[in-house]
């Protein structure tokens, strides 16, 4: 997929967000170990704690479809700041993200900053502490 065609589906997703509390639309997008895109919006809800992350939406569609493990995944929101998941969906992401997932962090128009999530969740807490 060329660059602008993955900014296209990005920008999709966000297009999607339902974020009528903080008016920050977020898409997000994760590559499944396949190499399929699974793509997610911001949810949020009336009663504020109940929304979710874009991450969490886009997680949900690739564990729907049956995949369980990434290796990729790709943030896009409007502003000055480099939008990063959040504390949360850094551990959700965690989950299912094989050695060396990247985390793409894009603005509307151009890739702003790349992380592996290991940077953004040093010493994280995974599936492997319970076996
Ligand atoms: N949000 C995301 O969807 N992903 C992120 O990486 C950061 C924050 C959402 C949650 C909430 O709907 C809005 O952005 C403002 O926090």
């Given at each position: 997929?060329?660059?602008?065609?993955?900014l296209?589906?990005?920008?999709?997703?966000?297009?999607?967000?339902?974020a009528?509390?903080?008016?920050?639309?977020?898409?997000?997008?994760?590559r499944?170990?396949?190499?399929?895109l699974?793509?997610?919006?911001?949810?949020?809800?009336?009663?504020?704690?109940?929304?979710?992350?874009?991450?969490?939406?886009?997680?949900?569609?690739?564990?729907?479809?049956?995949?369980?493990?990434?290796?990729?995944?790709?943030?896009?929101?409007?502003?000055?700041?480099?939008?990063?998941?959040?504390?949360?969906?850094?551990?959700?992401?965690?989950?299912?993200?094989?050695?060396?997932?990247?985390?793409?962090?894009?603005?509307?128009?151009?890739?702003?900053?790349?992380?592996?999530?290991?940077?953004?969740?040093?010493?994280?807490?995974?599936?492997?502490?319970?076996?």
């Amino acid at each position: 997929m060329t660059e602008d065609a993955y900014l296209k589906l990005l920008a999709e997703a966000l297009s999607r967000a339902y974020a009528p509390y903080s008016m920050f639309a977020v898409g997000a997008v994760v590559r499944g170990e396949s190499g399929r895109l699974y793509s997610g919006a911001n949810v949020e809800n009336a009663a504020y704690p109940q929304g979710w992350c874009a991450e969490a939406s886009a997680l949900a569609a690739m564990v729907m479809a049956g995949e369980t493990r990434l290796t990729e995944v790709a943030v896009m929101a409007d502003g000055d700041h480099v939008c990063t998941p959040c504390g949360g969906c850094r551990q959700k992401l965690k989950e299912f993200a094989l050695p060396g997932t990247q985390v793409l962090c894009y603005s509307l128009d151009e890739l702003r900053a790349t992380f592996s999530l290991e940077a953004l969740l040093p010493h994280g807490f995974g599936p492997e502490y319970l076996s």
